[in-house]
């Protein structure tokens, strides 16, 4: 066979001949390929962040109630006030809480699914934390809120254990507490773990599962207790996994403003700010001035986890 | 590795598997209860009378196929747009390729209420009237990410040297792709597409800001949550909003196996 008729000859159609062309332009070809979802997110989300963050510069007149289009840092000033930032301090310890009760509530679930189980027990595993994610959020909510309410079943477990007295104690602690658990931050603060408790689980797993079993038997014959293999290998290395949990955990309260309007005290979240700001207080410009808040925490936030791995982990 | 340490760490894992699916169980059992008024427990008697009255509701109707309609319409975009980008990200490098899935991740990385604001201050800005298609834009911004994660794994396990060879004998980039990467990636976009449809049929925090009076099925339950009218009828409705989601779940489970779903895929 000669070389000519070993390459095949150049296309004739229309559509052979624009895949020849983009093959020998892999720029162009990746560009046309990106296009479609950057134009989409440029213009849609982008778009929709700048026209917002445009608005946090502006100010509202007080008597009017109408918004002064002038640049102003007038309203950022205004979340310095005590109640607004109070509600910035409430929303950020809260997240915090979560994202800390998470690792320590997750990690077990994640370490025993990657090291010890196999086959069905893994898929059960699995699906015992995919189910509850992929279900409705505002089931979940609306789950809790049957489960925390003073007749629901929680005051009659601890009644049915005789712990009642725990129950009471716990609710009257000062700050937390409150005249019942779905009007506590309690409340508030179980039904945030239990919603984001799978986005840890699942990045802590994955990273448990790319533990080479090498290094394990090695720190195991180099004498290490199973305790300082954990200790000194496998938490080093999950770490990663768990960082990039509570990105999702941390981000997603700090946003949330639908739980604790529903299971709570009724003092307000950076979310619940917003909304109401936007809302009924027609204050666009501090609306979009509390947003700035998560944006700008949750920036600092993904700069800490990207030098600490976590990107790679997720 | 088995040691006192393990048995200590199953007992916690079990009770935190506990904790996982016990409500979703409290659904199931308080859908069937014969009070009406309060959320006392246990239920004093089990009916199935409220699946007959829920069923009567035009109310629930109406906002189910909202939802039904907005869901499909925003996984197909989420579908064409997810599938494009995760052919660039996943076959070349180039300038800016980290700045591009920043961005693909940001709508869900960025608390949802964000991404709602910005686009009712938008929807303001431009006075652009509420209605079905502002709450599919909001949608599928988010649903892209979904469908792009799911893809981008199956890509980069995908060999190189199948595109190639097909490329050798002769096949278009076209062809190639009809042939030999659609039959390949295609469970993981069946999957990508599921979860999507999944993420916008349970969406309530950017469709508050965009659905202006319409009412999409998470938003009739979030006003029943805030003001209950019927108790009973929402037991039911979130009784079978949980059915409809374990479906598609389920299905992108056995399509992909358990490796290829992340908590990013997961992402609201």
């Given at each position: 066979?000669?070389?000519?008729?070993?390459?095949?000859?150049?296309?004739?159609?229309?559509?052979?001949?624009?895949?020849?062309?983009?093959?020998?332009?892999?720029?162009?070809?990746?560009?046309?390929?990106?296009?479609?979802?950057l134009l989409w997110?440029?213009?849609?989300?982008?778009?929709?962040?700048?026209?917002?963050?445009?608005?946090?510069?502006?100010?509202?007149?007080?008597?009017?109630?109408?918004?002064?289009?002038?640049?102003?840092?007038?309203?950022?000033?205004?979340?310095?006030?005590?109640?607004?930032?109070?509600?910035?301090?409430?929303?950020?310890?809260?997240?915090?809480?979560?994202?800390?009760?998470?690792?320590?509530?997750?990690?077990?679930?994640?370490?025993?699914?990657?090291?010890?189980?196999?086959?069905?027990?893994?898929?059960?595993?699995?699906?015992?934390?995919?189910?509850?994610?992929?279900?409705?959020?505002?089931?979940?909510?609306?789950?809790?809120?049957?489960?925390?309410?003073?007749?629901?079943?929680?005051?009659?477990?601890?009644?049915?254990?005789?712990?009642?007295?725990?129950?009471?104690?716990?609710?009257?602690?000062?700050?937390?507490?409150?005249?019942?658990?779905?009007?506590?931050?309690?409340?508030?603060?179980?039904?945030?773990?239990?919603?984001?408790?799978?986005?840890?689980?699942?990045?802590?797993?994955?990273?448990?599962?790319?533990?080479?079993?090498?290094?394990?038997?090695?720190?195991?014959?180099?004498?290490?207790?199973?305790?300082?293999?954990?200790?000194?290998?496998?938490?080093?290395?999950?770490?990663?996994?768990?960082?990039?949990?509570?990105?999702?955990?941390?981000?997603?309260?700090?946003?949330?403003?639908?739980?604790?309007?529903?299971?709570?005290?009724?003092?307000?979240?950076?979310?619940?700010?917003?909304?109401?700001?936007?809302?009924?207080?027609?204050?666009?410009?501090?609306?979009?001035?509390?947003?700035?808040?998560?944006?700008?925490?949750?920036?600092?936030?993904?700069?800490?986890?990207?030098?600490?791995?976590?990107?790679?982990?997720? | 590795?088995?040691?006192?340490?393990?048995?200590?760490?199953?007992?916690?894992?079990?009770?935190?598997?506990?904790?996982?699916?016990?409500?979703?169980?409290?659904?199931?059992?308080?859908?069937?209860?014969?009070?009406?008024?309060?959320?006392?427990?246990?239920?004093?008697?089990?009916?199935?009378?409220?699946?007959?009255?829920?069923?009567?509701?035009?109310?629930?109707?109406?906002?189910?196929?909202?939802?039904?309609?907005?869901?499909?319409?925003?996984?197909?975009?989420?579908?064409?747009?997810?599938?494009?980008?995760?052919m660039a990200v996943?076959?070349?490098?180039?300038?800016?390729?980290?700045?591009?899935?920043?961005?693909?991740?940001?709508?869900?990385?960025?608390?949802?209420?964000?991404?709602?604001?910005?686009?009712?201050?938008?929807?303001?800005?431009?006075?652009i009237p509420f209605?079905?298609?502002?709450?599919?834009?909001?949608?599928?911004?988010?649903?892209?990410?979904?469908?792009?994660?799911?893809?981008?794994?199956?890509?980069?396990?995908?060999?190189?040297?199948?595109?190639?060879?097909?490329?050798?004998?002769?096949?278009?980039?076209?062809?190639?792709?009809?042939?030999?990467?659609?039959?390949?990636?295609?469970?993981?976009?069946?999957?990508?597409?599921?979860?999507?449809?999944?993420?916008?049929?349970?969406?309530?925090?950017?469709?508050?800001?965009?659905?202006?009076?319409?009412?999409?099925?998470?938003?009739?339950?979030?006003?029943?949550?805030?003001?209950?009218?019927?108790?009973?009828?929402?037991?039911?409705?979130?009784?079978?909003?949980?059915?409809?989601?374990?479906?598609?779940?389920?299905?992108?489970?056995?399509?992909?196996?358990?490796?290829?779903?992340?908590?990013?895929?997961?992402?609201?």
């Open positions: 066979m000669s070389v000519a008729e070993a390459i095949a000859p150049p296309p004739r159609s229309l559509t052979g001949r624009l895949s020849d062309g983009l093959w020998r332009a892999p720029k162009l070809a990746v560009l046309l390929l990106l296009a479609p979802a997110l440029a213009i849609v989300y982008l778009g929709s962040l700048a026209t917002l963050l445009r608005q946090s510069f502006f100010s509202l007149e007080e008597f009017s109630g109408l918004i002064v289009e002038d640049y102003t840092l007038a309203t950022y000033a205004e979340l310095f006030q005590p109640a607004n930032f109070d509600i910035i301090v409430r929303t950020v310890a809260m997240a915090a809480c979560v994202s800390v009760a998470s690792a320590i509530v997750g990690f077990p679930i994640a370490y025993v699914a990657a090291r010890y189980c196999r086959g069905a027990w893994k898929a059960a595993f699995y699906l015992a934390v995919m189910l509850p994610l992929w279900s409705s959020y505002l089931v979940k909510v609306y789950a809790w809120k049957l489960m925390l309410a003073r007749e629901g079943i929680l005051t009659w477990a601890f009644a049915k254990v005789g712990l009642t007295p725990v129950l009471d104690w716990a609710l009257a602690l000062p700050g937390i507490g409150g005249p019942s658990l779905s009007t506590s931050y309690i409340g508030t603060f179980l039904v945030f773990l239990y919603i984001w408790l799978p986005y840890m689980i699942l990045p802590t797993q994955a990273a448990l599962e790319r533990v080479p079993g090498g290094l394990i038997a090695a720190s195991a014959d180099l004498g290490a207790t199973p305790w300082a293999t954990f200790r000194h290998v496998i938490l080093p290395l999950a770490m990663p996994g768990v960082v990039a949990g509570s990105i999702f955990t941390f981000s997603l309260t700090l946003g949330d403003y639908i739980i604790p309007q529903i299971v709570g005290s009724g003092r307000y979240f950076i979310g619940q700010a917003v909304y109401v700001q936007q809302g009924t207080a027609g204050n666009i410009p501090l609306a979009a001035a509390f947003t700035v808040v998560p944006i700008l925490i949750m920036g600092v936030y993904l700069a800490i986890a990207r030098r600490l791995g976590a990107f790679d982990a997720l | 590795m088995r040691s006192e340490g393990s048995l200590a760490v199953k007992i916690a894992a079990g009770l935190g598997l506990a904790f996982l699916i016990a409500p979703l169980l409290v659904i199931v059992a308080y859908a069937f209860t014969t009070e009406e008024r309060s959320f006392v427990w246990p239920p004093p008697g089990l009916t199935l009378k409220w699946f007959g009255v829920a069923w009567e509701r035009t109310d629930v109707w109406a906002a189910l196929t909202l939802s039904l309609r907005v869901a499909a319409v925003a996984t197909i975009l989420a579908l064409i747009l997810g599938t494009l980008t995760a996943a076959r070349s490098r180039f300038f800016g390729r980290d700045a591009v899935s920043l961005l693909v991740i940001l709508p869900i990385a960025l608390p949802g209420i964000i991404t709602g604001i910005a686009l009712r201050s938008a929807f303001a800005t431009f006075e209605s079905f298609w502002t709450i599919v834009v909001g949608h599928a911004t988010f649903c892209i990410v979904v469908v792009y994660n799911n893809a981008v794994a199956r890509l980069r396990r995908m060999s190189g040297s199948l595109v190639e060879a097909s490329m050798d004998l002769g096949a278009t980039g076209f062809q190639t792709f009809r042939h030999i990467v659609l039959p390949n990636v295609g469970t993981a976009l069946l999957a990508g597409g599921m979860l999507a449809f999944a993420l916008s049929f349970d969406e309530v925090i950017v469709t508050t800001f965009t659905a202006g009076q319409q009412q999409t099925l998470p938003l009739w339950m979030l006003e029943e949550l805030i003001r209950p009218r019927q108790r009973p009828v929402t037991n039911v409705v979130a009784l079978v909003v949980i059915a409809v989601t374990f479906i598609p779940i389920l299905l992108a489970f056995y399509l992909t196996g358990a490796d290829e779903q992340t908590a990013a895929a997961a992402g609201k």
